[in-house]
């Protein structure tokens, strides 16, 4: 993994989007990603200790996330026994750029039996790239394989995705942030219509997980539902090499570019 990194750490709650975080639309403003991976990273600081597991993640973009230092906020709403509530926020000066809450639950080896889905992709090396996620910074970061759909083909698609640098500088990034840094393109690459006529526009994003993966190369199978009245729907599965890891709604503003 290169050196290079999506946030730079200017203080313990200042952080920097480089301009490997910069998206498709505006090259002032981070995709969807890397807000939801440092999401991840900064609700574990609230929530440390490894016998809780993230299960449930809500990110809400409030706005364009500037190439612009961050101010975090962090607070711990619910401190139980089973279950804890942590939140985040991201500032730019007095504006909200995004916030995000997780769901942590205690962990304990052996509580309950176990039925988590394992089915099997094609591997990554029996995937195909495609040359459009290497035309902006934050697909050009990623290494992405496609075993089935792709940009260019309208419809369902599944992609293997593997972080080819760091999440914040300095700090290896974790399996979980690597699936949240991922989950975000799920309506991108399983949209039915044409980038450069349509806005389809996710606002939030909702993640649950049922266990961690097993190392940063994750995959994202999805689909998207749109309704005539301009409103949408992705559905989206996260996996890695043992099967199914977890599931990703964006909900979805519809309507022509022009």
């Known amino acids: 993994m290169s050196d290079e990194s999506f946030f730079r750490r200017i203080d313990d709650d200042l952080i920097e989007p480089t301009n490997h975080a910069v998206g498709p639309w505006d090259p002032n403003a981070t995709h969807g990603g890397p807000p939801a991976a440092l999401a991840v990273h900064e609700l574990r600081r609230i929530v440390p200790e490894a016998s809780w597991r993230l299960s449930s993640l809500d990110v809400d973009l409030i706005g364009p996330v500037p190439i612009a230092p961050l101010r975090i906020e962090r607070e711990l709403t619910r401190d139980g026994r ?38 099997k992709l094609p591997a990554p ?4 790239r495609d040359p459009i996620m290497d035309s902006f910074p934050y697909g050009a970061a990623i290494d992405w394989r496609f075993v089935d759909g792709s940009f260019a083909q309208p419809g369902p698609a599944t992609v293997w995705a593997t972080p080819r640098i760091h999440l914040v500088a300095g700090e290896p990034m974790t399996p979980l942030e690597a699936a949240a840094l991922i989950a975000d393109v799920a309506n991108g690459i399983s949209t039915h219509l044409a980038f450069d006529e349509w806005l389809f526009i996710p606002p939030s994003l909702h993640i649950d997980f049922v266990r961690e993966p097993a190392t940063t190369r994750v995959a994202v199978s999805a689909r998207s539902f749109i309704d005539a009245d301009g409103v949408g729907l992705t559905r989206a599965t996260l996996l890695d090499d043992d ?10 503003y519809v309507a022509p570019r022009h």
């Open 243 to 252: 099967g199914v890891i977890g599931a990703v709604l964006q909900a979805l």
């Open 125 to 128: 090396e029996a995937g195909h």
């Open 82 to 119: 089973r279950v804890r509530l942590a939140r985040m926020r991201a500032r730019v000066g007095d504006r909200v750029a995004f916030e995000a809450r997780g769901w942590f639950f205690a962990t304990e080896r052996g509580r309950a039996p176990t039925h988590v889905p394992t089915p």
